[in-house]
């Protein structure tokens, strides 16, 4: 079976008895095991519940030289994929590897898919969106890498998932990496996996996003906030196409289609030490940009309107319409959360609005206050007309404070770490003004 199963490609590793296999297996965990129930220590379907318990994921195929049917359904009561009587055929073990290998990858896709649910489109008539979906439909056949680059809330992911679904891995998996979410502490062993033993608490031998995303497309979101020790361990991945799990030595060749985003502009980063340039210009073999919503106001109605129908389709409800003034105060704010934010909001009126009908009394202050009508008609600007209307300076700086803070709180999603260092200030004193300025997600 070892020479059958090498000569098709496979790596194999063989097992003279239970015990040995139970010892190998604490060390490496197979995509498939053959067991055979007579064993010289043990018995294969005593070994069958314990080996599905520890990796349940793992198909497990059968083997048993007299066999019955009773025996057969046995062991499929007990999890095992298939069962295969001795004479072995060689072309059915090497048939039922693949199935099995074949069954197992669609059920981990399916378990993936479940755990994210994602709009596999891009939403939009303007231009811009015209000439972004014509730069996917050229991109995405190709093995070239892509770097996105976009604001927050622009759809990054979105674009990523668009290129994989049009490129000739479509069947493959796409695995996404927030980069900025994982601590740096943490990263390596996201990224590469571990073995079992590797550090406290890593009690069995853990896939690696990279490992994952074989054969398909590993998506690094906000690759620009990884430290540059982290950088250089995914250049030497991506220049030699291996990676090594933590507490192994043993080389693991990788497969895979790179498509990584950023909502920093890498070359200023590059210029501050913050970015390493080969590392760049390894990503930015097919830049793709994304434009932020206020560049493409024209599509406002049409992505709320969208978001609304989403969220009566998903959750029920009250369908709501919005009214045409509401409309027209969405398309006059400047979105610095972008269509993640208009999603948002989109969200709330469809939970809180009372009536069928959204109009300006149903929006946030934020977004009411610009159909007030100022005491000073000079000044267009409700926020501004406010601040001049200050009696004292102390005053004013307060007020400002606080309209600046919520503003970048506001670009960068409410990511304390992000704005406390556009700002050029600490998480701590940041937090302190936040408190103290009486600011939040509502304000």
């Known amino acids: 079976m070892s020479d059958i199963f090498s000569d098709e490609g496979y790596s194999v590793i063989c097992a003279e008895d239970g015990s040995q296999a139970l010892s190998l297996l604490e060390k490496e965990t197979p995509d498939l095991i053959f067991l055979d129930i007579w064993l010289p220590d043990s018995d294969g379907l005593k070994l069958l519940p314990g080996l599905k318990k520890e990796h349940p994921q793992v198909p497990i195929v059968m083997i048993s030289g007299h066999g019955t049917i009773e025996t057969a359904v046995q062991a499929t009561k007990m999890g095992a994929f298939d069962f295969i009587e001795k004479p072995l055929s060689l072309d059915k073990l090497v048939i039922t590897a693949s199935n099995a290998l074949t069954i197992s ?3 981990e896709e399916n378990v993936r898919l479940k755990k994210k649910y994602s709009e596999n489109r891009l939403i939009g008539d303007c231009k811009a969106i015209g000439q972004l979906k014509e730069q996917i439909r050229i991109v995405a056949p190709t093995e070239g890498w892509v770097l996105v680059v976009g604001e927050n809330g622009t759809g990054k992911e979105l674009v990523a998932r668009e290129i994989h679904r049009l490129s000739n891995r479509h069947d493959r998996p796409f695995i996404d990496v927030n980069c900025a979410a994982i601590p740096d502490n943490l990263i390596e062993s996201e990224l590469f996996g571990y073995e079992k033993g590797a550090f406290t608490g890593a009690e069995q031998r853990q896939k690696g996003k990279f490992e994952q995303s074989h054969e398909g497309t590993i998506f690094l979101d906000e690759i620009g906030d990884m430290s540059l020790n982290t950088q250089a361990k995914i250049l030497r991945v991506l220049q030699e196409k ?30 501050k030490g913050n970015f390493r340039q080969d590392l760049f210009y390894r990503l930015n073999v097919l830049p793709i940009r994304i434009p932020p919503l206020r560049d493409r106001r024209e599509d406002i109605p049409l992505l709320a309107e969208t978001f609304l129908t989403s ?12 009214a045409p003034e509401v409309i027209t105060q969405l398309k006059n704010y400047q979105w610095p959360g972008n269509v993640r934010e208009l999603k948002n909001l989109m969200e709330r009126l469809s939970i809180m609005c009372a009536s069928e009908l959204v109009q300006i009394i149903d929006l946030p202050p934020y977004l009411r206050s610009g159909s007030q009508t100022t005491t000073d008609g000079n000044h267009d600007n409700p926020q501004l007309s406010s601040l001049l209307e200050t009696k004292t300076l102390t005053e004013a ?7 600046y803070i919520t503003s970048k709180l506001q670009e960068n999603d409410w990511n304390i770490s992000k704005t406390a260092e556009q700002i050029g200030t600490t998480r701590r004193n ?5 408190n103290a300025l009486d600011i939040s997600s509502q304000t």
């Open 311 to 322: 969220h009566y389709n998903n959750h029920g409800g009250t369908f709501k319409h919005l």
């Open 430 to 434: 940041l937090h302190r003004k936040i």
């Open 105 to 107: 990858r669609l059920q």
């Open 242 to 271: 291996t990676f090594t799990r933590l507490g192994s030595s043993k080389t693991v060749p990788i497969d895979v289609r790179i498509i990584a985003a950023t909502n920093k502009d890498l070359e200023k980063e590059i210029a």
């Open 397 to 403: 700086n307060k007020k400002f404070e606080k309209l």
